[in-house]
């Protein structure tokens, strides 16, 4: 055998050796791939590149300066409260202990082993294509800066979707309450997000969606099998809804489509991803990447009242500060 040929033959019996050793996805009783448990989102990367990183592949010093900031931002800005030092102990509590947000995995999410910049892998500076139309939307439904009544506070501080939008879809991840469970049927799947406690129902036995005067808030989600691969679209979201990140979010236009793919790539990964296709708020369409890891569990409530007990006094504050505006000269 010559020397090429016992070098071909070499490298085929590692292959096929490879391929041997290889994941096999496991299979619910149904035979569909199965991506039951419980998971997590949390990281350091966000939906849209910052600055300081100049690709998609971050390096050892780029994610040091990421962690630096967020450190500094998280401590001070969302952290810091007022203590009365002469305050006795508060009582002893057996509730489930809640998530601080510098408890979240304080690293850049790996894929395929490269530490990643933004969750956006197109267009290739991880922002957002905004149009001018998609900048004022986004703009407007976030900022939450009208007191009429209730129904023009954001929906997240209603309590009506997750902070962080964990929930989606796309499913961000949140700081914390990061967890998600996946339950399956033979003709739906169930995502729970531990988040303000929201299920998802995405039916695989109907691709038709409702006519477009039904938006619910997570919008209207059908699914498939493309081999080992769910794929969800989703269309018909609410007019207030808006996906949010710390690194800017987006709102979505009436004709908006989303398309995210589940795949379970090894015992420990869950490879999503997402496209979305909306030509009225963005110049072009674009795709994004997240792996999700296991949790350990369960998934506590999330005791997040829908209506938020605070809105009275949000509301009432407003009204005293116009009043007093009023009598001012």
Request: contains cysteine; aromatic residues 8%; negative net charge.
């Amino acid at each position: 055998m010559s020397r090429l040929a016992a070098i071909a033959l070499a490298a085929l019996m590692a292959a096929a050796g490879a391929h041997a050793e290889g994941y096999k996805v496991p299979r619910t009783r149904f035979g569909q791939p199965d991506l039951q448990g419980i998971w997590t989102n949390t990281s350091l990367t966000w939906l849209q590149r910052p600055p300081i990183f100049k690709g998609l592949v971050a390096t050892e010093a780029e994610e040091a300066m990421m962690l630096a900031g967020f450190r500094k931002m998280a401590g001070p800005a969302l952290l810091e409260t007022h203590i009365d030092p002469n305050a006795p102990a508060p009582p002893e509590v057996k509730d489930a202990p809640q998530a601080d947000i510098l408890e979240m995995d304080l690293s850049l999410a790996r894929i395929d082993g490269q530490k990643r910049s933004s969750w956006i892998v197109e267009p290739a500076d991880g922002r957002l294509p905004f149009t001018d139309a998609g900048k004022k939307a986004a703009r407007e439904a976030s900022r939450g800066d009208r007191y009429d009544g209730p129904e023009v506070r954001p929906v997240e501080e209603r309590c009506l979707v997750a902070i962080g939008s964990t929930e989606g879809p796309p499913m961000m991840n949140g700081g914390f309450n990061g967890h998600i469970q996946i339950v399956q049927a033979k003709d739906h799947v169930a995502i729970e997000v531990e988040m303000n406690h929201d299920v998802r129902i995405i039916r695989l036995n109907d691709r038709t969606h409702p006519p477009a005067s039904v938006r619910p808030w997570m919008g209207d989600s059908v699914g498939w099998w493309e081999g080992d691969t769910l794929v969800v679209e989703t269309t018909n979201f609410h007019p207030r809804t808006y996906i949010g990140s710390l690194t800017g979010g987006f709102a979505y236009s009436p004709s908006a489509k989303l398309i995210e793919r589940f795949t379970r790539k090894a015992k420990d990964v869950i490879f999503y991803e997402f496209s979305i296709d909306d030509p009225e708020y963005f110049k072009t369409p674009w795709r994004a990447e997240m792996p999700w890891r296991p949790a350990k569990g369960p998934i506590y409530e999330y005791a997040c009242h829908e209506g938020n007990y605070s809105l009275p006094n949000i509301l009432a504050g407003a009204r005293f500060e116009e009043q007093a505006a009023k009598k001012t000269p």
